[in-house]
């Protein structure tokens, strides 16, 4: 069964403390990328990933930082330089580039006090 | 400044209605056209891609692109209670880095009263 995988699906952490989302895909494709959404907002690029041991910055991507070491994998850290962590973080995927259909996991909610 | 611009709604229709949904877009040179759904507290799902002019059918959806114009749409043929969700547009807008990336907009809230 192909598809991309979030974990956790809820995170709690306290301020200051660093804290890494999982993203894995199944479905060989070469892109990945990171959004946050914020209630009532639309979703915002935080960063991308077109091949294996390369990444973009995104318009947000201040306060986090990223891995590439396998095509499966998209790792995000929230690092406690993000001034506004609480949102809902979505990773995604495409065969290739953003001209392709993006398809979402199921993100995980993380909230930071 | 690449924007997606959507009427954030809400959008009330009948069950069975017509539903429409509209998207404008700033950046001339987008190639490709998507839409979400998004339900309360969850991630967004694709329904519809469209990259060429015109109209582009699946089920009881069709989406519509006019590049002239700068508009793609989104039409919902006997809207379902099970409709009522966010719906995202997304266009693929240069970047000033020079590079590509999906650009969304803020979405439209639809709501199909039984």
């Known amino acids: 069964d192909g598809g991309i995988t979030q974990s956790p699906k809820y995170l709690f952490r306290k301020e200051g403390q660093n804290v890494t989302l999982s993203c894995e895909q199944n479905?060989?494709?070469?892109?990945m990328y990171w959004y946050r959404q914020d209630p009532g907002q639309g979703l915002r690029l935080i960063y991308y990933?077109?091949?294996?041991?390369?990444?973009q910055k995104g318009d947000i991507a201040e306060g986090y930082s990223v891995s590439r070491e396998k095509k499966e994998s998209f790792p995000l850290t929230v690092t406690s330089a993000q001034k506004n962590p609480t949102a809902f973080y979505l990773c995604?995927?495409?065969?290739?580039?953003?001209?392709?259909?993006?398809?979402f996991g199921p993100g995980t909610r993380l909230t930071v006090t | 400044q690449k924007e997606v611009e959507q009427n954030s709604g809400p959008l009330s229709v009948p069950e069975g209605a017509i539903a429409s949904l509209n998207c404008t877009y700033s950046d001339r040179g987008s190639q490709s056209f998507f839409w979400y759904r998004q339900y309360s507290g969850k991630s967004p799902e694709l329904i519809m891609s469209i990259y060429s002019n015109g109209d582009k059918e699946d089920g009881r959806f069709t989406a519509q692109l006019n590049k002239a114009s700068q508009y793609v749409s989104l039409l919902i043929r006997d809207s379902q209670p099970s409709d009522s969700a966010t719906y995202l547009c997304a266009v693929n807008s240069l970047e000033p880095t020079g590079r590509r990336a999906l650009t969304f907009g803020s979405g439209t809230r639809l709501q199909v009263q039984p």
């Open positions: 990933s077109q091949i294996v041991n390369d990444f």
């Open positions: 479905l060989n494709h070469d892109a």
């Open positions: 995604a995927s495409s065969i290739s580039g953003s001209f392709y259909e993006q398809y």
